[in-house]
């Protein structure tokens, strides 16, 4: 029982940091019907910022936080601004493509910059932030992965649910020329979408490098497990990218615990295949609302 | 230019993706706090005209190539959608195309997309004296609220942003005659108390011309006629082709087959 109880604390703990990950891809394919392949490289690039702030330039680690978040919230603008804006009105499919020619040239460049090492963050959470649950200790890096996560997605939950700008956001997303007509700044939205991917995206990366390390490779993939997650929560959903990433990582944990560590791998992918089989919108996914 | 011309169309002509021509040199003009009514039956280019005032025509891979549009003043032909709109220009598309995934409170929100950060209390409150319906289905989405429902939606949508001009597209497509006679009452209304200037592009000739000041007729992308709504409503032709008023179940005679090659003019 105790086995299945840190199971389930350490599945929850990856469930949360995938809908994390997942929200950024979220964001992307909701405002401009962009599927970003580029996705697990933008992970890799937040958790190098971090890296390069708190190890190089051993910053307090407060301020090298946040100043990933500003980072990376301006590399995502930049990048809509360089590679993306040039191509709206193009047919999505180019679109798509050019994620994948950047997701090849981000990894070059962090090859290029940090070589393929594993690095590590300096020891900064504090040991006090483990608590004690009955026989069942929950570590550090898991607490922090819980606060993070559910902190961004409550933070982001809320801004699209109540934020003006958040709304207009929904509006391109469900109405592109009705959003345009009512003078809704539409590339200033996509713009906004991809800062904030890039984001919550360098969150789940620092995450993912405090419990595993640094190493682009070992990021870059976690970039394909979001495909997994959104596709089974509903590729427009938010929610469902919240209740697909803690599936996913239940499923994932619990194999690896009570079966084999080495289809641990394998699980997410398992449940795609059968997902497009049995519900292609996903769980939460939008079947069109259709008045008869 | 007389001072209470707010826009004004200059010999306009407009195409798609470079070999389509929908519009071919249309001139018109809209006095500030009037009923502009712009009459014809599918494709004469309305829909295409109120776009061009819009910017919406960029979107489309659509282009005014000669002509100018005047708005207070200022040419807006080359502007885009996102200016357009903070100039208080609001187009309210044809089709009643709601943010079906929005309630429809939030739909109203999307409204204060060009004065974002203002408060917009005031403007809600006013959009719900309007359309009073909307009040009971504020939370409901959009998606699912009836037809009535949501032509009211969309012009509410559009009142939210406070503007001059309104160009509304065909707001009586699909709605039952008592629903067509409130929509056009609440026009009315908005005209003549917030002194907002509407442009109303209507296949519903009567009704359009019992509300408005002014009335175009287009055809082929072109104007045909023009005059005051009233003295339009007596003119034999718009009268025989748009309100099927004229006399009918007379003897035929020469003069109705003269009428028909009229006629085909028209349609």
Redesign the interface.
């Given at each position: 029982m105790e086995f299945f109880f840190q199971l389930l604390i350490q599945g929850l703990s990856v469930g949360f940091l995938y809908a994390l990950a997942a929200l950024g891809f979220v964001m992307i394919f909701k405002s401009s019907s962009v599927l970003n392949f580029a996705h697990g490289d933008l992970l890799a690039m937040g958790a190098f910022f971090f890296l390069v702030f708190s190890l190089w330039w051993k910053l307090p680690i407060p301020i090298a936080f946040l100043m990933t978040l500003v980072g990376s919230f301006a590399m995502g603008f930049i990048i809509e601004r360089l590679f993306l804006r040039p191509l709206i009105?193009e047919s999505l499919i180019l679109v798509i493509m050019l994620t994948v020619g950047l997701a090849s040239m981000f990894k070059g460049l962090m090859l290029f910059i940090f070589g393929g090492n594993l690095f590590a963050y300096p020891e900064f959470l504090p040991q006090n932030l483990s608590i004690q649950l009955g026989n069942i200790l929950i570590p550090p890096v898991y607490m922090a992965t819980f606060i993070i996560s559910i902190l961004f997605l409550l933070l982001f939950g809320l801004f699209f649910k109540y934020s003006?700008?958040g709304?207009?956001m929904?509006?391109v997303a469900?109405?592109?020329?009705?959003?345009?007509?009512?003078?809704?700044?539409?590339r200033r939205v996509f713009a906004l979408s991809w800062a904030i991917a890039a984001l919550v995206c360098a969150m789940s990366g620092i995450i993912l490098g405090i419990i595993s390390g640094v190493n682009v490779h070992s990021i870059s993939i976690i970039g394909l497990k979001v495909f997994p997650v959104v596709i089974l929560g509903g590729l427009e959903s938010i929610g469902g990218a919240i209740i697909g990433g803690i599936i996913i990582g239940l499923l994932e944990t619990f194999t690896g615990g009570y079966i084999s560590t080495s289809l641990r791998e394998v699980v997410p992918y398992i449940v795609l295949v059968l997902i497009l089989l049995v519900k292609p919108y996903g769980l939460f996914g939008?079947v069109?609302?259709e008045?008869v | 230019m007389e001072d209470n011309i707010l826009l004004q169309l200059n010999n306009i002509s407009v195409i798609y993706s470079d070999v389509i021509q929908v519009l071919k040199g249309v001139s018109l003009v809209v006095r500030k706090k009037q009923i502009v009514s712009l009459l014809g039956s599918n494709g004469a280019g309305k829909t295409t005209t109120l776009k061009a005032i819009?910017g919406?025509l960029k979107?489309e891979n659509g282009k005014v190539t000669e002509g100018n549009i005047v708005y207070e003043g200022h040419g807006i032909h080359n502007s885009s959608?996102?200016q357009i709109?903070?100039l208080g220009i609001?187009?309210?598309?044809e089709g009643r195309?709601?943010?079906?995934?929005?309630t429809v409170e939030?739909?109203l929100?999307?409204?204060?997309?060009?004065r974002?950060?203002k408060p917009y209390k005031k403007d809600l409150e006013l959009v719900y004296h309007y359309f009073q319906p909307l009040v009971a289905r504020k939370h409901r989405?959009a998606?699912?609220c009836?037809g009535g429902e949501l032509q009211m939606l969309?012009m509410g949508?559009?009142l939210m942003?406070q503007p001059k001009l309104l160009l509304l597209d065909e707001p009586s497509l699909g709605l039952a005659p008592f629903l067509v006679r409130e929509i056009f009452e609440i026009v009315k209304r908005i005209n003549e108390e917030q002194a907002t200037t509407i442009m109303l592009v209507e296949q519903n000739a009567n009704m359009a011309l019992q509300i408005a000041h002014y009335g175009y007729v287009m055809e082929n992308g072109k104007i045909m006629m023009e005059d005051e709504a009233n003295r339009l409503r007596e003119n034999p032709d718009v009268k025989e082709f748009y309100l099927g008023t004229a006399s009918s179940g007379a003897l035929k005679s020469y003069k109705d087959v003269k009428a028909y090659k009229r006629r085909k003019r028209w349609l």
């Open positions: 009105g003006s700008q709304i207009y929904r509006s469900d109405n592109q020329s009705a959003a345009l007509s009512l003078g809704v700044h539409v939008l069109e609302i008045r | 819009s919406l979107p959608p996102e709109t903070r609001i187009q309210v598309m195309q709601p943010f079906k995934l929005l939030e739909n929100r999307v409204g204060t997309a060009t974002w950060g989405l998606g699912f009836s969309v949508r559009a942003a």
